[in-house]
């Protein structure tokens, strides 16, 4: 990755989009694709969805999707102590929630806040301080007063982590980076990057080519779905993160071998397009790009399996991810590399209108 390349992928982690509050980095998206693409060909609709058409002539049609939003929570309520009480949006894990800082985004701007811990001088019983719904976390902002607390913050205002992106490391498979968001802000990042390959490659794309940053795939509700139904696409290519299994135990005998560094994870199985599967193979092979697989039993929840039910074909390619959906994510910067190489070529291929 190259200076412009880490800096994007950082401004788009520090961008907040909960899901359902994706305007934003919507925005942010559009902004970073008008420096390279005309204006006419980006669109943002009332779901927050980025839509970019690079070619709309033709009868057969791709679409390749990532989301943009993130987990997050939602004030519910603030209490008489002055405490506020969250819930999630999304799925998430809420054994972690302890002492984390937290922005709550309100209409006046971000507001720091922490999630209250018992001293540990006081604690007895560590059982007695986990957290098992996520409305039992005690959100604080420092204030005591109720009153005031309302006039800052409202009922209904979203919440996230604190955003973090730094450098870790670097290995023979290349950098890695923690943060919170790569989940999906890395497969936004990778549009954006084969966009503007294929946009500057001046090269004629013989087919309809869309690519799309959903929203709300986090909460269940996938707004790809309306997308889908008014593009038609013959192909549905998403890139969203996977399970990296190079850490911890018995992970790998749950969902298969997959490590960072090693290139994009390339499912396999129920509801996937073996044509497609086969023509993507060919061309990572042929340019030498390191991929892996995983399997798909049909119900894996990505945005893919849930447009299934549409008459379009499936391919899912998957960013090896540690931890995900925590404040500490780590990706590895080849896996990057490979997979908006492998979508470059995969794309400009004038043979893809075979498996249409």
Do not use: W
Not at 4 to 12: A, D, F, H, T
Not at 67 to 86: A, P, Q, R, S
Not at 244 to 266: F, H, I, P, Q, R
Not at 324 to 349: A, C, G, W
């Amino acid at each position: 990755m190259i200076k412009r390349q880490i800096i994007l992928l950082k401004n788009l982690i520090e961008t907040p989009s909960p899901s359902g509050f994706e305007e934003n980095i919507a925005r942010f998206i559009r902004k970073e694709l008008l420096k390279f693409l005309p204006k006419n060909k980006i669109e943002i609709d009332f779901q927050n969805n980025v839509i970019v058409k690079l070619n709309t002539s033709s009868d057969k049609t791709v679409m390749i999707d990532a989301h943009l939003d993130t987990i997050g929570f939602i004030v519910t309520n603030i209490t008489k102590h002055g405490l506020i009480n969250i819930k999630y949006i999304g799925g998430g894990d809420t054994q972690i929630l302890s002492a984390r800082h937290l922005n709550i985004l309100t209409e006046k701007g971000i507001i720091n806040a922490v999630v209250d811990r018992k001293h540990s001088h006081l604690i007895t019983n560590e059982d007695d301080e986990k957290i098992d719904y996520c409305s039992e976390a005690e959100i604080d902002i420092g204030i005591r007063n109720r009153k005031q607390i309302h006039r800052i913050v409202k009922i209904g205002d979203p919440v996230v982590y604190k955003s973090y992106f730094y450098y870790l490391s670097e290995g023979k498979s290349g950098k890695y980076y923690a943060g919170y968001g790569f989940d999906d802000k890395s497969g936004c990042y990778i549009l954006l990057e084969v966009i503007r390959n294929i946009y500057k490659s001046r090269k004629k794309i013989p087919y309809n080519l869309i690519f799309t940053f959903s929203s709300q795939e986090e909460t269940g509700k996938t707004k790809a779905k309306p997308l889908v139904k008014k593009y038609k696409p013959d192909l549905f290519v998403e890139v969203d993160v996977t399970f990296a299994t190079d850490y911890g135990s018995l992970m790998e005998e749950n969902v298969g071998k997959c490590e960072l560094g090693k290139g994009g994870v390339l499912y396999r199985g129920v509801d996937i397009d073996k044509n497609s599967l086969k023509f993507l193979e060919k061309i990572a092979r042929k340019n030498k790009i390191k991929i892996q697989y995983q399997a798909s039993q049909g119900n894996i929840g990505y945005t893919a399996c849930e447009v299934s039910n549409y008459p379009t074909k499936i391919l899912i390619i998957g960013i090896p991810l540690r931890n995900m959906h925590t404040p500490v994510e780590i990706i590895n910067s080849k896996d990057l590399d490979y997979i908006i190489r492998l979508l470059t070529q995969f794309l400009l291929n004038k043979k893809i209108k075979t498996i249409l």
